[in-house]
C-alpha cells in the first residue's frame, strides 16, 4: 500500500489485480449467457415443422341431374368434407393466413375450399372442417370416366391442402412457416365410404 497523509491508496498490482477479477466475471457472465442462448435457440427456440392432419373424410353427396333439352346432358354434382388437424408442436404460437385446399380427380383440379386466417397457440391444435363442392361443369371435361368409375364401384380422388403462416418467437423472432397435406382416398360404391386412405405431411 501507498501510505499519503492519513489515507493508504492502492497499489499498481492490487488495482490490476482487482481488475482482472472483475474481467473475468464479466466474460464468464457473457460466456454463460451466450451458452443459455445457444440452448435456447437449439431446443425450445428451434422451429419444428406444423403439420396437417386429416382426421376424418366423407362423401357428403354424389347427386347427378339429367336434362334432355334442348340436348341430353348429365350433370354430376359432388361433395367431399374433410375435418383437418392443424397441429403446432412449437413452444411459440403460430399465425397462419388463408389456407386452401383443392380436390383433384385424374390429376385436374375440380374443385376448391378456403380455409380461414387462425391462430394456434404454442404446443397446441386446431381442428378445421373443410368442404369441398365440385359442380357438374367443372367435372364436364372427366365426366364420363367419373361415372364410370363410380359405375365399375371405385372412385380414387386427391386432396391437396396449404396452410402457410408465421412461427413468432417471444413476439420478436419470426419464422415463415408452410403446412402441407396430401392425400389420396378411394371410395366404394354404392355405400360411397372410403376404402383406403393414404396421407403424406410437409413443411416448408
Same mark, same amino acid.
Given at each position: 500500500?501507498?501510505?499519503?497523509?492519513?489515507? *493508504?491508496?492502492?497499489? +499498481?498490482?492490487?488495482?490490476?489485480?482487482?481488475?482482472?477479477?472483475?474481467?473475468?466475471?464479466?466474460? #464468464?457472465? =457473457?460466456?454463460?449467457?451466450? =451458452?443459455?442462448?445457444?440452448?435456447?435457440?437449439?431446443?425450445?427456440?428451434?422451429?419444428?415443422?406444423?403439420?396437417?392432419?386429416?382426421?376424418?373424410?366423407?362423401? #357428403?353427396?354424389? &347427386?347427378?341431374?339429367?336434362?334432355?333439352?334442348?340436348?341430353?346432358?348429365?350433370?354430376?354434382?359432388?361433395?367431399?368434407?374433410?375435418?383437418?388437424?392443424?397441429?403446432?408442436?412449437?413452444?411459440?404460437?403460430?399465425?397462419? #393466413?388463408?389456407? @386452401? &385446399? =383443392?380436390?383433384?380427380? *385424374?390429376?385436374? *383440379?375440380?374443385?376448391?375450399?378456403?380455409?380461414? +386466417? #387462425?391462430?394456434?397457440?404454442?404446443?397446441?391444435?386446431?381442428?378445421?372442417?373443410?368442404?369441398?363442392?365440385?359442380?357438374?361443369?367443372?367435372?364436364?371435361?372427366? =365426366? /364420363?370416366?367419373?361415372?364410370?368409375?363410380?359405375?365399375?364401384? *371405385?372412385?380414387?380422388?386427391?386432396?391437396?391442402?396449404?396452410?402457410?403462416?408465421?412461427?413468432?418467437?417471444?413476439?420478436?423472432?419470426? @419464422?415463415?412457416?408452410?403446412?402441407?397435406?396430401?392425400? @389420396?382416398?378411394?371410395?366404394?360404391? +354404392?355405400?360411397?365410404?372410403?376404402?383406403?386412405?393414404?396421407?403424406?405431411? /410437409?413443411?416448408?
Amino acid at each position: 500500500m501507498i501510505e499519503t497523509g492519513d489515507h *493508504q491508496l492502492p497499489t +499498481p498490482r492490487w488495482h490490476s489485480h482487482r481488475c482482472r477479477i472483475v474481467g473475468g466475471t464479466i466474460l #464468464g457472465f =457473457l460466456l454463460l449467457l451466450f =451458452l443459455i442462448i445457444l440452448i435456447l435457440a437449439l431446443s425450445v427456440f428451434k422451429a419444428r415443422a406444423v403439420h396437417v392432419h386429416l382426421l376424418s373424410a366423407s362423401l #357428403g353427396s354424389v &347427386s347427378p341431374r339429367i336434362s334432355s333439352f334442348p340436348i341430353f346432358n348429365v350433370v354430376l354434382n359432388l361433395t367431399l368434407n374433410l375435418t383437418l388437424l392443424v397441429d403446432n408442436p412449437n413452444y411459440a404460437s403460430f399465425r397462419h #393466413g388463408p389456407g @386452401k &385446399s =383443392l380436390l383433384l380427380y *385424374q390429376g385436374s *383440379q375440380m374443385g376448391e375450399a378456403n380455409i380461414d +386466417p #387462425g391462430l394456434i397457440p404454442s404446443m397446441g391444435d386446431v381442428t378445421i372442417p373443410c368442404r369441398l363442392t365440385v359442380e357438374g361443369n367443372e367435372l364436364s371435361s372427366n =365426366l /364420363k370416366s367419373l361415372l364410370n368409375d363410380i359405375l365399375a364401384g *371405385q372412385l380414387v380422388m386427391e386432396t391437396r391442402t396449404t396452410i402457410p403462416g408465421r412461427i413468432t418467437f417471444l413476439g420478436i423472432f419470426k @419464422k415463415h412457416a408452410v403446412a402441407n397435406s396430401a392425400c @389420396k382416398f378411394t371410395f366404394v360404391f +354404392p355405400d360411397a365410404k372410403i376404402q383406403r386412405r393414404e396421407c403424406k405431411n /410437409k413443411a416448408e
